[in-house]
């Protein structure tokens, strides 16, 4: 089956023309007239994935493995030293950025995973009605998740509006209409700036709420890549940090 074909499906569920200006989804590595036997899907590249995967393959991912242009492939860094392995292994590279987070993720992540009803979606922010303490919702949150630790800023007893972004999304705070913000990635200043306008923060993780990226897009592709005598692969990366 040739890439294009496989890009031309993934175009029509999550149009790629729908990602940021600054973002680098699409095809980053190989060309659309080859010709791939298996489909691993991913969070990310890691090691591990790139050791061990299969000539010929394509690897969908949600992270781009460039944002900004090359101005020099030395073999020194993550980006250009994963490009080595992927050009001697002929292995292509699709990526699935903030198109999906616009077209799926955001919703199948407060939904499926947090068991929240979303009542509105604004591009990037799903919100949702809940009523509860904060300290109960806190706990939900963490324990749905499998939060290795929590990181919050409490301005509520009670939360009754909540408004989530996978990922890193406090760049969108500005825009949040809710009691309780649900991201991750929350710097100090952020917490300072979310606090003096009274809304709650719970820090849902950068790896933690992407990594069902995975699952998703899987559910999504597998019957029609089967269809095609493709395998699809779940390959889903390792979270780089470690807690104590």
Not at 26 to 54: A, F, M, P, Y
Not at 95 to 106: A, E, G
Not at 195 to 211: N, P, T
Request: with cysteine; hydrophobic share 40%; net charge negative.
């Amino acid at each position: 089956m040739k890439i294009k074909e496989i890009y031309g499906f993934l175009n029509e569920i999550s149009p790629f023309d729908l990602q940021e200006n600054w973002d680098n989804s699409g095809l980053l590595v190989g060309n659309e007239e080859d010709e791939i036997q298996k489909v691993h899907i991913s969070l990310d590249l890691d090691d591990e994935l790139l050791e061990n995967i299969e000539e010929n393959s394509l690897i969908i991912t949600h992270h781009p493995l460039i944002f900004s242009p090359l101005r020099r492939v030395n073999f020194d860094s993550f980006s250009t030293k994963s490009l080595r392995i992927l050009i001697q292994k002929n292995i292509a590279l699709i990526c699935m950025h903030t198109n999906f987070d616009k077209t799926h993720l955001n919703a199948y992540v407060a939904k499926e995973i947090l068991g929240l009803e979303p009542v509105s979606k604004d591009e990037y922010i799903c919100y949702a009605n809940v009523e509860s303490s904060f300290e109960n919702f806190l706990e939900q949150m963490s324990s749905k998740l499998q939060l290795e630790y929590k990181k919050y800023v409490q301005c509520h007893k009670t939360i009754k509006s909540v408004a989530l972004v996978t990922g890193a999304g406090m760049s969108l705070l500005n825009e949040v209409k809710a009691d309780c913000f649900l991201t991750g990635d929350i710097k100090y200043h952020d917490a300072i700036e979310a606090k003096s306008r009274g809304i709650s923060l719970i820090d849902i993780g950068h790896y933690e709420s992407e990594k069902h990226f995975s699952t998703l897009l899987f559910g999504i592709c597998n019957n029609y890549l089967k269809k095609n005598k493709i395998q699809a692969i779940m390959s889903n990366s390792k979270n780089p940090f470690m807690f104590h």
